[in-house]
């Protein structure tokens, strides 16, 4: 799977204006306790959190996760984002919660 399968099945937004959704994602990871994610994720890995601040944006560069998506509908500032654009990060965006953004991924494959 990669980012572009995520962007044309899953519905959600890509807040990005300059993106490339060509990343592989391995895994998925979601946690809010930057520390953790940092101690347990893995490359490629696609991250749910409702974090949304630049600490976000060096925890995925660090891992080179494939994507940050932000569940809940929460609002994303435009700083964060052209920051995200800066380091290539893709960031999503759907009004579903955690919980079902994970059922997507199992149901579409990614278990």
């Known amino acids: 799977m990669n980012i572009n399968d995520i962007y044309q099945n899953f519905g959600f937004i890509v807040l990005n204006k300059d993106y490339k959704l060509v990343k592989e994602v391995d895994d998925l990871i979601c946690c809010d306790l930057l ?12 991250w749910i959190t409702v974090q949304i601040h630049n600490n976000i944006l060096a925890v995925a560069s660090l891992l080179d996760f494939s994507c940050i998506i932000i ?4 609002k994303v500032d435009d700083a964060l984002i052209s920051k995200a654009d800066e380091e290539e990060i893709v960031i999503f965006s759907t009004d579903l919660s955690s919980y079902d953004i994970f059922k997507k991924f199992y149901e579409f494959g990614l278990k």
Do not use: E
């Not at 520390?35 to 696609?46: C, D, E, F, H």
């Not at 569940?71 to 929460?74: C, E, Q, S, V």
């Open 35 to 46: 520390s953790w994610v940092m101690a347990n994720g893995k490359n490629n890995a696609a």
């Open 71 to 74: 569940p809940n509908g929460i």
